[in-house]
């Protein structure tokens, strides 16, 4: 297991690669992307990991799915930074003076028309949430073990707008998490493994 500092240190916001990622298929044929912002937020100590969501089942979109607390870049908001730690406040009741900012992963092209900038950032000791009831029915963490076991995650293939589709799948006994989901925390295990080579 790496320390707390060893992660700040592998995820030094100089280092971090500004290469685009997509999830390979696109919806949206060419409009305009709406810019979106998610916080990646890492706890530290025995229990080590990763903050993730599940959304309720009565949103119009992505219900049901595990994904970063997060949301659309609005006019007001100052730098996806903001937009991160602001979602993150109306979704988990997360305090961003509970975040530490590390850097940015790379920007994210979904098939449904978002760019997403997952936004890193370090949780205090002692942080608390509270789930917004109209938005998450579940906060929990993917243990830091997961992402720096070079086994994870797995290939799965399914039929998807007529075509066979592979994308990754982050082992849990719980929550199924998959997407863009699932692609950013591919970067940020490549960003905390010392031989990062998917």
Do not use: C
């Not at 030094?12 to 916080?39: F, N």
């Amino acid at each position: 297991m790496i320390s707390e500092r060893e992660i700040r240190a592998r995820l030094s916001a100089a280092e971090l690669s500004t290469q685009a990622s997509t999830d390979g298929i696109d919806l949206t044929q060419g409009a305009p992307k709406t810019p979106a912002a998610v916080l990646v937020g890492l706890t530290g100590g025995p229990s080590a990991g990763v903050l993730l969501t599940r959304r309720t089942a009565h949103l119009r979109s992505h219900s049901g799915q595990v994904s970063f607390p997060g949301g659309r870049i609005d006019p007001g908001d100052a730098s996806p930074e903001a937009a991160a730690l602001r979602e993150a406040q109306e979704e988990i009741g997360l305090d961003p003076a509970q975040v530490e900012l590390l850097g940015r992963l790379p920007d994210h092209h979904t098939s449904s028309g978002y760019v997403i900038t997952p936004v890193l950032g370090m949780l205090a000791p002692g942080f608390t949430t509270l789930a917004s009831a109209d938005e998450v029915d579940a906060i929990f963490t993917l243990p830091l073990a997961v992402l720096l076991d070079p086994d994870a995650p797995v290939r799965h293939r399914a039929e998807f707008a007529g075509a066979s589709r592979e994308y990754w799948v982050w082992p849990h006994p719980e929550f199924y998490i998959w997407g863009a989901t699932a692609r950013i925390l591919l970067h940020l295990a490549n960003r905390l493994r010392s031989d990062a080579g998917r």
